[in-house]
């Protein structure tokens, strides 16, 4: 599956900004989806994930309660919804897709990458 994530930009703190992650494919409601993300001279690491239905979801304890994955599977898409940010959520975010059920936490897990999109919190 090929994934086009797009919808960063310049905020700040305490903004709220939506992700999306387009896939092209048939098969895209066999896909467990997760959101990644790379601060500049840090590891990739994970953000959030989520099952085929959407009845599945985990999420970084840096982000709980204020970062919300969902999916469309009519559109093809995943969803991050993120609200509160703060300067540290800073970094170029990943989505990534696995052919598989259940949702997975971290990168070596997913097969399909998309090319990122950057986003920039300031204070």
């Known amino acids: 599956v090929q994934l086009q994530a797009f919808g960063g930009g310049l905020v700040q703190a305490g903004d709220s900004l939506r992700l999306s992650c387009a896939a092209a494919g048939r098969t895209f409601s066999s896909y467990a989806m997760g959101w990644f993300r790379q601060a500049s001279g840090r590891e990739r690491e994970f953000v959030a994930a989520i099952g085929w239905t959407g009845g599945s979801t985990a999420y970084a304890d840096s982000v709980k309660g204020r970062f919300t994955i969902s999916r469309d599977n009519a559109k093809n898409t995943v969803y991050l919804q993120m609200n509160s940010l703060k300067p540290e959520d800073t970094a170029v975010y990943y989505c990534?897709?696995?052919?598989?059920?259940?949702?997975?936490?971290?990168?070596?897990?997913?097969?399909?990458w998309g090319q990122g999109t950057e986003l920039t919190v300031s204070s």
């Open positions: 990534a897709a696995r052919y598989a059920w259940g949702t997975y936490t971290t990168p070596g897990e997913y097969h399909s």
